[in-house]
């Protein structure tokens, strides 16, 4: 199957999203219902963030299920009767497989997303449990860095997706990493040359508005994930500072980085060794030279937990995570004008790409 074809063929799966389908990202402890529903609610594709701890997630899933009840998802009312439109992103290195399995059966999300194995083939119980029982209803997504990853998860487990995720994302990914734009199209030659070229791509990473949507079109994604812009949506479960120092950033690719400090400081030291987090640079990263964190680092981030939205203020010691992009980000907006804004930005770009064609 070409690429356009199967690209065209992932809107099938999940027939409420509008083109292009915009995909928020499952970032742990933001993205719980709220703003998965109001993001499928608006044509795209909301997911949940279940990370390490699924302990909580049938509580999630169950107030999804209860909004779609109350109000449904247009176009969505059929395919809700056998799965939620909606997913859900779990963690795998820390996640633990019986508990969510139980969630997934019971509520069957239209997909869920792995991410972070301690090793690939870590995913081959999970994926295959998963389809077994919820009967291939419940739609595999598997999120890479690279296209080494892409095309051993590709053989192991032939996922239904796969997202594509750039070195500019916030949060976790690889500490090593190709931006997006040579990544895309590097792991798509790669899956069409191993005759896994059926297998849809979501880009990722730096990904906030839509002009970088409209790139990751035209590379060839099937459709784009965003998650930083969506920390300055009213949905997202997220303290008031931690908006506000998204806010104030600019010029991401100085103001961020890909660390280890931030996990250490906040105490989820459980990440495979090549995985990083990407956050705004603070007081407690400058603290520690060379990657060292301190116990007077540690007392320090502890006392700025206290503080509340303050931690976070300029000079503020508290994480934030997020991408390269952030500086494009203006205002606090409902997911729905989010999603409004980046499709008429699409339509404009691409509108001034066929004016200058007709000028040639």
Not at 16 to 26: E, F, G, H, L, Y
Not at 66 to 76: F, G, H, L
Not at 236 to 257: H, P
Not at 311 to 326: E, F, I, K
Request: neutral net charge; charged residues 20%; aromatic residues 6%.
């Amino acid at each position: 199957m070409e690429r356009s074809v199967c690209n065209t063929s992932l809107q099938l799966d999940y027939p409420w999203t509008q083109r292009p389908i915009i995909v928020s990202a499952p970032m742990r402890l933001i993205a719980l219902a709220p703003l998965a529903v109001a993001v499928s609610r608006a044509g795209g594709f909301g997911f949940i963030g279940a990370g390490t701890d699924v302990r909580d997630l049938e509580s999630h899933l169950q107030e999804v299920s209860d909004t779609i009840k109350k109000e449904p998802i247009e176009s969505a009312a059929a395919l809700s009767k056998e799965t939620l439109p909606i997913g859900v992103g779990f963690i795998n290195w820390g996640a633990d497989i019986d508990l969510a399995l139980r969630a997934i059966e019971r509520y069957r999300p239209s997909a869920v997303w792995f991410f972070a194995p301690h090793q690939n083939a870590d995913l081959v119980p999970w994926t295959n449990a998963v389809r077994k029982s919820t009967y291939g209803m419940t739609k595999i997504w598997i999120q890479v860095g690279s296209v080494y990853d892409a095309l051993e998860v590709a053989e192991l487990c032939r996922p239904d997706v796969i997202v594509t995720q750039g070195s500019d994302a916030g949060g976790h990914g690889l500490e090593r990493g190709a931006g997006i734009i040579s990544l895309l199209p590097e792991v798509a030659d790669a899956l069409t040359d191993a005759g896994h070229g059926n297998i849809p791509l979501v880009a990722g990473g730096g990904v906030v508005e839509g002009r970088g949507v409209s790139a990751c079109l035209r590379l060839g994604a099937a459709g784009v994930c965003i998650g930083t812009r969506f920390l300055a949506s009213t949905e997202a479960q997220i303290a008031r500072g931690y908006q506000e120092a998204v806010l104030r950033s600019t010029d991401g690719g100085l103001s961020t980085v890909r660390s280890k400090v931030y996990d250490i400081l906040r105490g989820t030291t459980g990440w495979p060794a090549r995985i990083g987090g990407r956050g705004i640079i603070n007081q407690s990263f400058l603290d520690a030279e060379g990657g060292v964190v301190t116990e007077e680092n540690k007392q320090a981030y502890a006392e700025a937990l206290k503080q509340g939205d303050l931690g976070w203020s300029s000079g503020g010691r508290l994480t934030a995570y997020a991408g390269t992009g952030v500086g494009l980000i203006k205002a606090i907006q409902p997911a729905k004008e989010i999603l409004f804004q980046i499709r008429q930005q699409v339509e404009d770009v691409e509108a001034a790409m066929v004016n200058r064609r007709s000028k040639i």
